[in-house]
């Protein structure tokens, strides 16, 4: 028989959930109040106690009630702090458990897709997912199964919240450790995000894909061109953070590849530097970007990438100069419409680095641009015949 406390206790959990069965929209808000402020932080049997043995009921209520409103819920980050207080609480695994089994993974996931919540909705759920994703491996692969990973890069690439990336990027740098049969899927995600619009997502993304090299081994060819294509950023952190992914992978078979990129990124096609340079004033509806064009941009994010990489090894620099790089930073230094195209080059190519290109008149400019200088072919023949066989 129950003790006349426990009568009591339960009949109080009877009372407090048939009110939450019979209250409306703004009233349930309130309780959800109340209960934040009240159970912030505790554990298991804390729960357990405030509502006699009974907090799995309240917590099926909450999933049943998400499931039902998160489409047009308004008080939608209310509910989702509400349910992170049971999958945080401490001891509390079996409240993961009733909360998966009831399909609120699923419900997490597709908030992130819906126009309707606000960052901050979505923010909370990247937050539950997080607490998913920690309790072990088989939680990170059951939501990389349920397609978490482009839900995820999706929010990333289109958040215009700085906070919640940031939240989606531990996320994804999460599930991208130890979880060995979806490693290669969060990689790729990643590399998908790199010709987004969002600067924010950009950074994030290279970082987390350098923290990510160690365990996924040779990069794939396919990261190249989305590597090198984000070297066209106007943000000097999205250039910074490509750049230590380039250090990154130039102790892999793919190293090549990205170096030849880089050197053909200095003489880029005439063609399309001329078509960049638009007078905004004579057409208000182009773009801010044409002065200066983005290939110029790319030419001496290229010229600072070439001479951090050769500067680290010597055996990147030779094969650098195999590749003619010689030739591509002298043109980049005769590039008189872009400053810090003339900057980088000639630090690259250390000649009176920091003021030497200030002094190039117009003549000797394209005396430079249309140089055909081959380091490699003239070694090679200044090289006695015996030393070349």
């Known amino acids: 028989m129950t003790s006349v406390n426990e009568q009591e206790a339960i009949r109080k959990l009877m009372v407090f959930l048939q009110e939450w069965d019979n209250a409306h929209k703004v009233a349930r808000s309130q309780i959800l109040d109340n209960f934040i402020k009240s159970n912030d932080k505790k554990t298991e049997p804390d729960l357990e106690l405030e509502f006699s043995q009974g907090a799995s009921l309240f917590l099926a209520r909450l999933t049943v009630w998400l499931r039902m409103t998160y489409t047009y819920s308004t008080c939608l980050s209310k509910l989702l702090r509400s349910i992170g207080i049971f999958l945080s609480a401490a001891g509390g695994c079996r409240y993961l458990t009733e909360f998966l089994q009831m399909g609120g993974l699923l419900v997490l996931l597709e908030i992130l897709g819906l126009n309707h ?38 929010f990333l690439a289109t958040s215009n919240s700085a906070e919640a990336q940031k939240d989606v990027q531990v996320l994804l740098d999460c599930l991208g450790h130890e979880n060995p049969k979806y490693q290669n899927q969060v990689y790729k995600g990643l590399i998908a995000v790199l010709p987004c619009a969002s600067p924010g997502a950009q950074q994030l993304a290279l970082q987390t894909l350098g923290n990510m090299q160690a365990v996924v081994g040779e990069a794939p ?126 630090i690259s190519l250390q000649d009176s680095a920091e003021t030497w290109y200030t002094k190039i008149n117009p003549l000797q400019a394209k005396e430079l641009a249309c140089n055909t200088v081959d380091i490699p072919g003239d070694m090679a023949r200044m090289q006695p015949t015996g030393e070349q066989e």
């Open 117 to 154: 919540p606000s960052e901050e909705d979505k923010r909370e759920s990247v937050k539950l997912l997080q607490l998913i994703a920690d309790t072990g491996r088989m939680y990170k692969e059951l939501i990389c199964e349920n397609y978490g990973v482009q839900s995820l890069t999706k």
């Open 221 to 346: 060819a396919v990261l190249v061109e989305p590597v090198l294509g984000v070297l066209r950023s106007v943000h000097p952190e999205v250039q910074c953070a490509a750049i230590q992914l380039l250090k990154t992978l130039m102790s892999h078979k793919v190293r090549t590849t990205l170096l030849e990129g880089l050197v053909a990124l200095l003489t880029p096609p005439r063609k399309e530097a001329i078509a960049g340079c638009i007078d905004t004033d004579k057409d208000p509806t182009s773009l801010c970007l044409r002065k200066p064009v983005l290939v110029y941009i790319q030419q001496a994010a290229a010229a600072k990438a070439i001479g951090e990489l050769a500067k680290e090894s010597a055996e990147v620099a030779n094969e650098l100069i195999q590749l003619r790089v010689v030739h591509g930073l002298i043109v980049a230094a005769g590039n008189l419409d872009h400053m810090a195209s003339q900057r980088h080059a000639s």
